[in-house]
C-alpha cells in the first residue's frame, strides 16, 4: 500500500490517498482524512476498485508492491 498527500484538496484540510491490493487482489483507491489528533479517527471520504490504466499506471510507477506484499 502507498499512502499520499491529496493533492487536490481545496478545503485545506488534510487528506491523504492509499492505494494498494485487496485480499483478493484487486487494486483500490482510497482517500480519507484524520479526525482528532493522534487519538483521533480516520474519516473515509471515497473508496473504489481501480480501472485497468488506473492499475497499469500505479504497477509502473510502483513495481515493488505489484504482487500486492508491499509495506
Not at 34 to 44: A, D, I, T, V
Not at 64 to 71: E, H, L
Given at each position: ?17 492509499a ?44 513495481p ?8
Open positions: 500500500m502507498i499512502i499520499l498527500p491529496d493533492k487536490e484538496n481545496i478545503q485545506g484540510e488534510g487528506r491523504f490517498r492505494i494498494g491490493s485487496t485480499l483478493r487482489d484487486r487494486r483500490a483507491f482510497i482517500v480519507f482524512t484524520w479526525r482528532g489528533g493522534p487519538n483521533g479517527k480516520l474519516r473515509p471520504i471515497s473508496a473504489r476498485y481501480m480501472h485497468r490504466e488506473e492499475v497499469a499506471n500505479y504497477e509502473k510507477a510502483y515493488d508492491i505489484q504482487d500486492g506484499q508491499g509495506s
